[in-house]
């Protein structure tokens, strides 16, 4: 009896540990300082800011996008959505921003970040609670983990090492889908790490859920960061970007939205037809 009493108090201890981390009461959505972030322990032999940049947890992967040089007062992150596959994500061949970056390419360090669970080819699985195909819509506990602050603190400390490293004038962030989601979470989480947050795509959700949604971030963003939403007019979430926006407007944040034509893909919406140029403007 002691025994099996034994293994089940380990049990609880384990469940609660597990609870305790998903960081999804009403306290965890408080803002922080960036500089907090620096306070925070890191782990990741393979760290170069070029292809490996650390995190509590460990590795978040990256692949830049042209010449890298700390003299350049740009850094440009792009994070895209959910990828479903088993197979590596050959982002750079999927979704190329080089013409767009071509005209500033002198003036931006520019990445693509895989965002947690996810992996690149030729790059080692960005670290996670799970891996990008078992972050399943269908199943809450993942959708606590994608939208909430367990992915949203691994890349805002990624974000925060590269910022610190690279010491830009501006950190400018490109989110897709997914991507932006945690973007418009960490606009308002931590205020002032992100300079610019360019949302295509953005499931921006204004309702209350069992997860971590935009309504609750809108008010701590600072009047200085930058928000610029790109929605393809046929895009499925195009109601709920614009119901985002026009309480961003009524809070009085520095936002403006889009509708350009496209679908709900990178290619579609970022670099093609009208959504193109004004990435490329965005970007000056």
């Known amino acids: 009896m002691k025994k099996i009493l034994g293994i089940l108090f380990i049990g609880l201890l384990w469940c609660n540990a597990v609870i305790a981390v998903t960081f999804n009461e009403e306290k965890d959505k408080l803002p922080i300082t960036p500089e907090s972030i620096g306070e925070w322990d890191y782990t990741c032999k393979k760290e170069d800011f070029i292809k490996y940049v650390a995190t509590i947890e460990g590795c978040i992967a990256l692949i830049k996008l042209g010449k890298i040089d700390k003299s350049k007062k740009k850094l440009v992150v792009f994070m895209g959505g959910d990828y479903k596959g088993k197979s590596d994500y050959p982002v750079k061949k999927n979704e190329n921003f080089t013409k767009a970056i071509k005209e500033e390419k002198d003036n931006i360090n520019f990445f693509y970040l895989a965002r947690p669970g996810h992996k690149f080819v030729g790059r080692t699985r960005?670290?996670?609670?799970?891996?990008?195909?078992?972050?399943?819509?269908?199943?809450?506990?993942?959708?606590?983990?994608?939208k909430g602050w367990e992915m949203g603190r691994l890349i805002s400390q990624a974000l925060y090492r590269l910022k610190e490293y690279y010491k830009p004038d501006e950190l400018i962030v490109i989110g897709f889908s997914g991507g932006s989601i945690n973007i418009s979470v960490i606009v308002g989480k931590v205020p002032g790490l992100i300079d610019k947050g360019i949302m295509g795509g953005c499931d921006c959700q204004m309702q209350r859920r069992q997860y971590w949604t935009q309504r609750d971030f809108i008010k701590t963003i600072p009047p200085e960061t930058e928000l610029i939403l790109i929605t393809g007019k046929d895009d499925e979430y195009i109601n709920r970007n614009t119901h985002y926006v026009r309480e961003a407007k009524k809070q009085g944040k520095n936002v403006e939205h889009h509708i350009v034509t496209g679908e709900h893909s990178v290619k579609s919406t970022l670099l093609k037809n009208e959504g193109f140029e004004i990435l490329k403007e965005a970007l000056k």
């Open 126 to 146: 960005s670290v996670g609670k799970y891996k990008n195909y078992e972050i399943l819509n269908k199943k809450i506990e993942r959708v606590v983990f994608k």
